[in-house]
């Protein structure tokens, strides 16, 4: 197989060319993406028959999207699968194993720039655009939310957007206080959800239910993609792998900074009297030092 970009996974490569396959291989891929990557990791026949095509249909498709056949279709589904729920400690030794001699500095620093270029070249300006003007628009409330590891994230997002614009709410971490903020919500509101690998079950719930709610709602994620993504408006999805036994989110945080910059512009009056206020609050509580 002619081996695509390394953050593109199958999942995005059946999107790619789905106007291209016919009617029967669109139905097949649809099953397949509905509960992806597991729905392909059946025999031959039981996706056959999942899908209610026939076998000849699946080898069409598969060839179609590079692969000698299904054995080599299943066998990235699984590197894929295997890379979704990988821990620190494998991740560490997947590493070390084919590390070179270069220094760490250089190693780590020479990933995270590959994974920013690859990262950018998937992202969707129509859908950042998108995103951006939601988040812009004063009418609707937006909350935001990080699991464990992206917490950081969450938290540098909602103080710059708590600076722009009015309603703004960051969601506590503990998952059981959320049912409570999920009373208020209205259709049309936004949610902005972080969610990398090892995908929390938490962040899936509460995305279904948002979703219920008519919350619209962007997730920035990792290559693999969270689990939420399907009850999502807009997904960004970057790539985080790198020399270490936990994955890079500067990727993300690349594209969080943008996007502030974004909305920021979009909302520029409403955000210059926020700030000159904030200022003033700043000056009467001597909150930082000054030096004439």
Not at 62 to 76: C, I, N
Not at 156 to 178: D, E, G, P
Not at 282 to 292: A, H
Request: charged content about 25%; proline content about 3%.
């Amino acid at each position: 197989m002619a081996k695509t970009p390394s953050i593109e996974t199958i999942a995005d490569a059946i999107v790619r060319a789905f106007d291209s396959l016919t009617r029967a291989e669109r139905q097949l891929a649809s099953k397949i993406i509905e509960n992806y990557p597991v729905s392909g990791l059946g025999t031959i026949t039981q996706v056959a028959d999942k899908a209610k095509v026939s076998t000849s249909t699946i080898v069409r498709m598969v060839k179609k999207l590079g692969f000698t056949g299904f054995p080599e279709f299943q066998s990235e589904l699984r590197r894929e699968l295997e890379a979704k729920i990988t821990g620190p400690i494998a991740k560490h030794d997947s590493w070390a194993q084919k590390a070179p001699d270069s220094h760490i500095l250089n190693r780590f620093s020479e990933a995270v720039i590959e994974n920013i270029r690859q990262s950018l070249g998937q992202i969707e300006s129509d859908a950042f655009d998108a995103s951006c003007k939601l988040l812009s628009d004063t009418r609707y409330p937006v909350y935001i939310v990080g699991g464990r590891i992206t917490r950081a994230l969450a938290d540098y997002l909602f103080l710059h957007m708590q600076v722009i614009r009015k309603n703004v709410t960051l969601v506590q971490q503990l998952s059981n206080s959320w049912p409570h903020y999920l009373l208020d919500v209205k259709k049309g509101d936004v949610l902005v959800i972080f969610d990398i690998r090892r995908y929390e079950n938490s962040m899936l719930k509460l995305a279904e239910l948002a979703s219920e709610k008519g919350m619209r709602i962007i997730l920035f994620t990792d290559q693999w993609r969270s689990p939420a993504e399907k009850f999502c408006t807009y997904c960004f999805s970057a790539k985080i792998v790198v020399p270490s036994a936990w994955d890079s989110t500067v990727e993300l945080l690349l594209l969080v900074e943008t996007m502030v910059a974004a909305v920021q512009e979009l909302t520029w009056p409403e955000t210059r009297a926020r700030m000159e206020e904030l200022e003033d609050i700043f000056d009467r509580t001597r909150f930082f030092r000054k030096f004439t």
